[in-house]
């Protein structure tokens, strides 16, 4: 008698056509998801900072119109109005927020750059430590830089002679090329070379703007963005 070995087969069982189209489509739903979302997270940012520019413009017409002087300009900010007031933070009231241009990002302790936030966060018009002094002082910006005030000249458009933008000029850093396009339209003309704002390239996250503006927005550059208030 003869006894055989039973073999058990199986039969190896591919995906259908209809079981790959599901995944591509799952597949395409998340990263259509992820897409969205990092839109959304830019737009917010966007938002955020073009808030940040009027409320801190807001702010700073607003202490004008109440003490007569503007913010980090003004001699009577003293510890006399109130607790809330650092007896360091008085301006010399020469009409002008004086700055060192090639360090707004960073500026010294006793310059009217810091003053200005102190004043406005001691009149409540923003919000945070009127104590703070230098880089602490200057407020955080949605890119993940910092915000300053320059009065200084800077980001001229190259024209002859050249058209700078003079006055008091709210400025971020690090922001990005997408970002600071779609401020610029929001705000301006669109263009990083004329108008009231601004945008130089900047090779860090808190560089003072240049002295020429750039001519044209890339989206692979990071730029330090001004707006004349």
Known sequence: MKIGKLQKTTKQRGFTLIEIAIVLVIIGLLLGGVLQGQQLIENSRVKSATNDFNGIAAGAFSYQD???????????????????????AAGD??????????????????????YFFQNLRSAGFISGDATQV?????????FGGLITIMSGTALGDGAMPPNTLNGNKVCMGNVS???AIALDTQLDDGKPNSGRFRASASATPNLAPAASAATTYSEDTTYTVCYRI
């Open 134 to 142: 230098g880089k602490l002082a200057l407020p955080a910006n949605p």
């Open 177 to 179: 090329g997408s970002s």
């Open 66 to 88: 109440r003490y007569g002087r503007l913010p980090g300009d003004d001699p009577g900010a003293v510890v006399g109005r109130g607790s809330s007031w650092p007896a360091s």
């Open 93 to 114: 009231g020469n009409g002008v927020i004086d700055d060192d241009a090639t360090n707004v990002f960073a500026p010294a302790a006793a310059s009217e750059t810091t």
